[in-house]
């Protein structure tokens, strides 16, 4: 069946644009999260959703990063006023239940570079 | 959520048989151990998940020993194809549990 699906793949941003990023997770998956990887490291939480209530947002950097999940599937992460430290890439997550039992599956995440 | 410890590189060969030692001393009761792989531009792959002594399936094995203070997948004849970054992560079995990625082992295979 398919996969979680992230869109655009890539994204080039100048600073102080307004991003929206996407992800449709895989139907019937109750927890959807979304992470930031840095070149080199390993993927940090951002943000977590049940459904569409939004139960974690401890990892979000600033309050220019707003994480919304309205109908409880896809989710869209958007960015305003990006700066060059925003660069990265972003990638969605899904499970099914949402514990240790139930295995996140990750999107190919979305690259963004901001000049 | 307990600090995990790998290695930061790896190199084998073709045909070999990988062993990626994961270093957890505080773990806590409740904690489950997964693995995952990635890829190059990629997402994260579930590998593996135990809680103690081994588990195995079709990709790779996990040995826990009784004190889980570390544990070790181990990757069976690898090819160049599980060249990638491999996650050792710790936590509870719960509800919207929060994975915490570390730096990962990154694993070179060489023909």
């Known amino acids: 069946g398919a996969g979680v699906s992230q869109s655009p793949r890539y994204k080039v941003a100048k600073r102080g644009q307004d991003v929206a990023l996407r992800c449709d997770p895989i139907?019937?998956?109750?927890?959807l999260f979304w992470y930031q990887q840095a070149l080199g490291q390993g993927p940090e939480f951002l943000t977590y959703?049940?459904?569409?209530?939004?139960?974690?947002k401890s990892g979000l950097p600033s309050d220019r990063f707003f994480a919304e999940r309205p109908e409880g599937s896809v989710s869209t992460l958007k960015i305003q006023r990006t700066q060059q430290e925003d660069s990265a890439v972003y990638l969605c997550a899904s499970s099914l239940e949402g514990n240790y039992n139930s295995p996140l599956h990750f999107g190919n995440g979305t690259r963004l570079t901001v000049t | 959520l307990a600090k995990t410890t790998q290695p930061i590189s790896m190199d084998s060969y073709e045909g070999q048989e990988v062993n990626i030692t994961c270093s957890h001393n505080?773990?806590?009761?409740?904690?489950?151990i997964t693995w995952y792989q990635q890829f190059p531009s990629q997402g994260p792959r579930f590998i593996i998940q135990?809680?103690?002594t081994k588990v195995t399936n079709e990709v790779a094995s996990l040995f826990i020993p009784a004190d889980r203070k570390s544990s070790t997948l181990s990757l069976p004849r690898v090819s160049l194809s599980d060249t990638a970054v491999y996650y050792c992560?710790?936590?509870?079995?719960?509800?919207?549990?929060?994975?915490?990625f570390g730096a990962g082992t990154i694993l070179r295979v060489k023909s």
């Open positions: 959703f049940q459904n569409e209530a939004q139960l974690d």
């Open positions: 992560l710790v936590g509870e079995l719960e509800y919207g549990n929060k994975l915490v």
């Open positions: 139907s019937g998956h109750v927890s």
């Open positions: 135990g809680y103690k």
């Open positions: 505080n773990i806590a009761t409740n904690d489950y």
